[in-house]
């Protein structure tokens, strides 16, 4: 498909998308990590705001 939409671009759509999953699982980790680990570190989940919060000295470190 990437092909037909751009013939000579010379993408792989596999591999570009095999590096996509791999850095969302990445991220994800990540984040899941600050909010469900063990030691959280004091992030947490507005669910009004819909976003991570902490105190404010926690982002600027």
Do not use: C
């Not at 990437?2 to 000579?8: D, R």
């Not at 969302?24 to 976003?51: C, P, T």
């Not at 991570?52 to 982002?59: E, L, P, Q, R, S």
């Amino acid at each position: 498909m990437l092909e037909k939409v751009l013939p000579h671009a010379m993408l792989k759509a596999k591999p570009n998308l095999e590096s996509r999953i791999k850095t969302l699982k990445r991220d994800w980790a990540i984040v899941y990590d600050m909010l469900s680990g063990k030691d959280n570190s004091g992030f947490g989940w507005d669910e009004h705001k819909q976003m991570v919060v902490t105190k404010d000295a926690m982002w600027n470190s």
